[in-house]
T-cell receptor, first 116, second 115 residues
Framework: AQTVTQSQPEMSVQEAETVTLSCTYDTSENNYYLFWYKQPPSRQMILVIRQEAYKQQNATENRFSVNFQKAAKSFSLKISDSQLGDTAMYFCAFMKRDSGNTPLVFGKGTRLSVIA | DAGVTQSPTHLIKTRGQQVTLRCSPKSGHDTVSWYQQALGQGPQFIFQYYEEEERQRGNFPDRFSGHQFPNYSSELNVNALLLGDSALYLC??????????????FGSGTQLSVL
């Protein structure tokens, strides 16, 4: 079974600064996806960024980037130029890469507050 | 294009009662997954429906059951409610075929409170 661990329950960052959220995972699988989801007060899970484990290049999406260390089973999210709208819960998630639909396994989340 | 819609948004029930939650997937999606998110936790997978059948199930008791209709919408039923069933229930939809499940779209959830 896969597990996802987010060791930072809460974090805060000044507006326009950079913050890094940590995530580690445990799996015996070799092919999988890793995700960061954002959950604002509206409660809807919004995909922030996705990484395929078979790709060595770290994924980037505008101000969001990841540091994927497959051997260490580490998957951190860096948010640059933080904005007030980035305030939310952030969840790291794992998905086995398989034909058909496999479920997501989530961590417990990190609450990020962006301070003006 | 409407995304994933869930109803109701909030619900209050008492222990022992039964509840039905509803989900309409994003247009063009044929697979629906349900997740339970307890307070302070990440979502946990309950089950997934495709072609009107339960295809996968997480570690949830038989009190949790579901259904998918020909129009791909889905219901989650919980019988004999316990206080511990209080949670946010999230529905997610996707399109089957190949490795497409990574493109999940979530609804805003139903907040269930059991008193």
């Amino acid at each position: 079974a896969q597990t996802v661990t987010q060791s930072q329950p809460e974090m805060s960052v000044q507006e326009a600064e950079t913050v890094t959220l940590s995530c580690t995972y445990d799996t015996s699988e070799n092919n999988y996806y890793l995700f960061w989801y954002k959950q604002p007060p509206s409660r809807q899970m919004i995909l922030v960024i996705r990484q395929e484990a078979y790709k060595q290049q770290n994924a980037t999406e505008n101000r969001f980037s990841v540091n994927f260390q497959k051997a260490a089973k580490s998957f951190s999210l860096k948010i640059s130029d933080s904005q007030l709208g980035d305030t939310a819960m952030y969840f790291c998630a794992f998905m086995k890469r398989d034909s058909g639909n496999t479920p997501l396994v989530f961590g417990k989340g990190t609450r990020l507050s962006v301070i003006a | 294009d409407a995304g994933v819609t869930q109803s109701p948004t909030h619900l209050i029930k008492t222990r022992g009662q039964q509840v039905t939650l509803r989900c309409s997937p994003k247009s063009g999606h044929d697979t629906v997954s349900w997740y339970q998110q307890a307070l302070g936790q990440g979502p946990q997978f309950i089950f997934q429906y495709y072609e009107e059948e339960e295809r996968q199930r997480g570690n949830f008791p038989d009190r949790f059951s579901g259904h998918q209709f020909p129009n791909y919408s889905s219901e989650l039923n919980v019988n004999a409610l316990l206080l511990g069933d209080s949670a946010l229930y999230l529905c997610a939809s996707s399109l089957s075929g190949g490795f497409t499940n990574e493109k999940l779209f979530f609804g805003s959830g139903t907040q269930l409170s059991v008193l």
